[in-house]
């Protein structure tokens, strides 16, 4: 596996924790925690995990990290959404023990400065990359010799985009667990590009399984795969 790659960018860590407030608000579903963490745990040894949409990286990173200490995360986002974009949308741990608002939801800092102080502590098995995911993003990685246990789809949340992750994840790499955040009413198009992938054949109903409320994951029984 080989990420030095200029079509995948990687920022560099800073010497120390960048020196700004905590913020370890997420939008992870509580309900979907010990489905998902069980998922990480029965992955074989070393294993690897591909995250596209990682951002504070206090939810679903930070939960798939603490659930196996030899697991390799390779986290994929381009950092660019701001504290504005962010509020609309109500986090877990959105305020601090002092009753504010955490610091990323007040401004201070950027997603990619409290995404690297959230995984400081992880931060040799984690590897970052900056970029705009497109389903070719897949095809990239693969042709780097990244080959997943586990991937998690949660950057774009329309049709299409899952759609096409869904389809590129199947045939690259057709032995992995594939996870679907935000499996929910709130998000039609997660729903609308999940019953795509099934009506198209790329997974069957058979090989699909909630996690917990809002995930949905694929494994590819191996008589199709």
Known sequence: MEL????LPQPEWPVEPHKIGQ???????KKSRAAFQAIIRSLPKNPIYVEFGTFLGAGSTMLALQAREDLKVICLDDWRITANMALPFTPTNSKNAKGQLCAFLRG?????????NNLWAYRDRVDL???KIHHTTIDLLASRGVQ?????LD??????????????????????????DDYCKE???VLKGVAGAIDR???SKDEMQMVGARMVAFKRNKRNA
């Open 187 to 189: 998000w039609p198009g």
């Open 155 to 180: 950057d774009d949340h329309e049709k299409k985009p899952v759609l096409t992750r869904l389809f590129r994840c199947r045939y690259k790499w057709p032995e992995a667990w594939i996870v679907c």
């Open 148 to 152: 997943p246990d586990c991937v998690l």
């Open 23 to 29: 913020s370890l608000c997420h939008w992870f579903d």
């Open 4 to 7: 030095d790659c200029p079509r």
């Open 129 to 131: 990359i900056q970029v």
């Open 201 to 203: 054949g790329f997974y």
């Open 108 to 116: 201070e800092g950027t997603a990619l400065q409290h995404c690297q």
